[in-house]
C-alpha cells in the first residue's frame, strides 16, 4: 500500500468517534452532489481496493466498542467513507481538484493530512 495512504487510513481511524460521526455526516451530505460520481472515478484494482479495505477494517475493529458506544453503526459507514476517501488519495493524479476536494474536505476540515492532488 502507498504510504500516503496508509498515513491517511492512520490517522482517520485514530479521530474520535465524535469526529468521525461528524466526517461520515458530512460525507453523506456530499454524495448526491457528485461524491457517487467522484467516487466511481477514484476505482482502483481489486488488490488495492482489498489492501484498504482490509487496513480500515482491522483498524476500526480495535475500536468497535467504542464507536457503537458512541454512535451505533458508526463503523460500517465511516469505514466506507475511509475506504472511499482512500482510494481518492491513490487516484489523486486522476482526479480534478474539485473532485479530489469533494472527498476529502470532510477529512481535511477535522485536521487529517492529505497529500497534495498533484503530488
Known sequence: MDLSVARFIEAVTALP????ATVYEE?????????????????????E???????VRVAL???VHDLDKAHPGLRGGIKSACCIAA???IKRAKL???QYRLLLDPFTAVGVPVPARDA
Open 17 to 20: 468517534a465524535d469526529t468521525l
Open 27 to 47: 460525507s453523506l451530505d456530499r454524495w448526491p452532489h457528485g461524491g457517487r460520481d467522484v467516487s466511481r472515478a477514484a476505482a482502483v484494482s481489486a488488490s
Open 96 to 98: 480534478t481538484e474539485v
Open 87 to 89: 482510494r481518492a488519495v
Open 61 to 63: 475493529l480495535e475500536r
Open 49 to 55: 481496493n482489498s489492501a484498504i479495505q482490509h487496513a
